[in-house]
């Protein structure tokens, strides 16, 4: 075989690859027969018909096809392992010539990954702001939770108040006219955190069970109605009950409630837990971030446009399936975003995830990191445990979709790089700003 290589722009390179004229005509056989064997041709018993006719009654261009499909991996292989290529998608057929009798001439391009120059990514030394909760954390931990068991109790002995919620009759009316949608019976409206026009919920407010009276309000200029925005309306209203919000004290007996506790001392123990956990969560996530940041930032790569579009093609493929789950129509989210706009919006995104992912196995390959196969076996065993599962069932997966252990190994290789970050280099944390 003769493997001819010419450089190209931007990471490419077209390879000339003339394949032995023995070697082209008998994976061309092969492929005949093997083709053959699959047919029924009327006159000759299955796979016994001569190669003429096989040839006549599915194709020259057919039988080629099939020979090149088995000529073309173990070409490429080749020619990819002697050059030292590092190839980033799988070879381009810019054109062939299966002439029998004669070499075949392929004419391939292959895009290979650019080139990473890294400065620092050991022995580093950066300042990261610390992440802190408030002092009172705890107390609006608890807040939170005793809003869980609050309840409401009807009120007859008093007008409403902004703490209050209250149920109503209401109707609206622009002009003389009914507002479309305008209008219920016994709605419940929380006047302390009311999502309506502003002013609506106000003007309910020491007002007293049974009264029916009139507010008035305008409806704001960017209301997503754009027949009513802006314009005033007029809304009779009928307060038909008032509830107040009792919020309890945490006690044992509500303790008990949340979870495997005996105490409120417990329970508070197990939430003080909780957000350092928070804490030292965010604060890592800060450090990995700032580190990774400040590798990615300070290499040196160009990026081909065609690595790019790539990547925000599969960016833009995971929006449209996230929209279809959503229930949300692509060509509305298009219309509102603009497609030009939405196109470069993803570009840029694709552009920091390419461009880490590059750095990240310049990495990995300066400082040999590789996914072994303890590493694939314990995160299967980890996965089991976690589904409870069996680790066949999960070999099993992967044999039918390898996309699942491709995954597999990029979370692990993610991990590894994680760490070695982290352990070679040094994190300050600071005094956030604000």
């Known amino acids: 075989m003769k493997v001819d290589v010419q450089k190209k722009e931007n990471n490419f390179v077209q ?6 004229a023995d070697v082209a005509t008998q994976e061309y056989n092969k492929a005949c027969r093997n083709i053959g064997m699959s047919l029924s041709i009327p006159g000759f018993r299955k796979g016994k018909a001569p190669k ?7 194709g020259i261009d057919r039988i080629q096809r099939s020979a090149l499909d088995s000529i073309l991996p173990k070409v490429f292989a080749e020619t990819i392992s002697e050059n030292k290529f590092d190839i980033i998608t799988e070879p ?20 290979l990954r650019p080139e990473v120059k890294l400065k620092e990514y050991k022995g580093m030394q950066i300042e990261v702001p610390e992440f802190k909760l408030p002092q009172d954390s705890l107390e609006k931990e608890f807040k939170v939770l005793a809003e869980r068991f609050s309840k409401f109790e009807p009120v007859t002995s008093r ?5 209050d919620v209250v149920v109503i009759d209401f109707a609206g009316s622009i002009e ?9 019976k016994n709605y419940q409206l929380d006047l302390g955190n009311s999502t309506f026009i502003p002013g609506f919920a106000e003007q309910i407010v020491n007002h007293s069970i049974g009264e029916e009276f009139i507010i008035e309000v305008a409806f704001p200029e960017e ?7 802006g314009k005033p309306a007029k809304f009779e209203i009928k307060l038909n009950e008032i509830k107040e919000k009792i919020v309890p004290e945490i006690n044992d007996e509500i303790a008990q409630k949340v979870g495997p506790f005996q105490t409120v001392d417990e329970l508070k123990a197990d939430i003080q837990k909780y957000l350092e956990k928070t804490v030292n969560n965010e604060n890592k996530n800060r450090a990995q971030k700032a580190l990774l940041d400040k590798i990615v930032d300070d290499a040196k790569v160009e990026i081909p446009d065609s690595m790019v579009n790539r990547e925000a093609k599969i960016l833009m493929e995971e929006m449209q399936e996230k929209c279809k789950t959503q229930g949300l129509s692509w060509e509305q989210v298009i219309e509102s975003q603009g497609h030009e706009n939405m196109w470069n919006n993803l570009r840029s995104e694709a552009f920091i995830r390419v461009k880490n992912s590059l750095v990240l196995d310049a990495v990995a390959k300066a400082e040999n990191i590789t996914v072994e196969n303890k590493d694939f076996e314990e995160q299967v065993k980890n996965l089991a445990q976690m589904y409870k599962t069996e680790e066949k069932a999960i070999y099993k997966q992967m044999s039918q979709n390898p996309s699942i252990a491709s995954s597999l190994s990029q979370q692990i290789m993610a991990q590894k790089l994680s760490k070695f970050i982290e352990e070679n280099n040094t994190v300050k944390f600071v005094e956030e700003k604000i």
Do not use: C
């Open 52 to 58: 003429a006719i096989i040839e006549k009654h599915v």
């Open 15 to 20: 390879v000339n690859i003339e394949v032995e």
């Open 159 to 163: 007008a409403a108040s902004e703490k």
């Open 92 to 111: 381009i057929i810019e054109s062939f010539d299966f002439d029998l009798g004669n070499p075949l001439k392929i004419v391939a391009k292959l895009e």
């Open 223 to 229: 209301y997503h109605d754009k027949d009513i925005a």
């Open 176 to 184: 003389g006219n009914a507002i479309k949608g305008g209008a219920a």
